[in-house]
Nanobody, 119 residues
């Protein structure tokens, strides 16, 4: 089970840190990723990190603003989001699976956490 937290309302230019805690099994050998889905849009890739944390890949829309990291000892993955924009507003989902930007590569999903960027 994956459980996201840390979402909320933030002003443009602000920051948020999302967390995704795994329970019931360990995901230390899996890649972890964040996806997001805005109202009326398809779920899109945000960032992924490999099992060891040594490699990460980002969507162009968030590169330089978002940072994905993980702590395998805590079975937790994070998404630090800086310089937030209104277009970052979406439900953010955590996922576990293969190291890919393809949604189909992930077998486990969280329930999502809402991020709203608005003044």
């Amino acid at each position: 089970q994956l459980v996201e937290s840390g979402g909320g309302l933030v002003q443009p230019g602000g920051s948020l840190r999302l967390s995704c805690a795994a329970s019931g099994r360990t995901f230390s050998s899996s890649a972890m990723a964040w996806f997001r889905q805005a109202p009326g849009k398809l779920r899109e890739f945000v960032a992924t990190i490999n099992w060891s944390g040594s490699n990460a890949y980002y969507a162009n829309s968030v590169k330089g603003r978002f940072t994905i990291s993980r702590d395998n000892a805590k079975n937790t993955v994070y998404l630090q989001m800086n310089s937030l924009k209104p277009e970052d507003t979406a439900v953010y989902y955590c996922a576990a699976g293969q190291y890919t930007f393809n949604r189909g590569g992930y077998d486990y999903w969280g329930q999502g956490t809402q991020v709203t960027v608005s003044s």
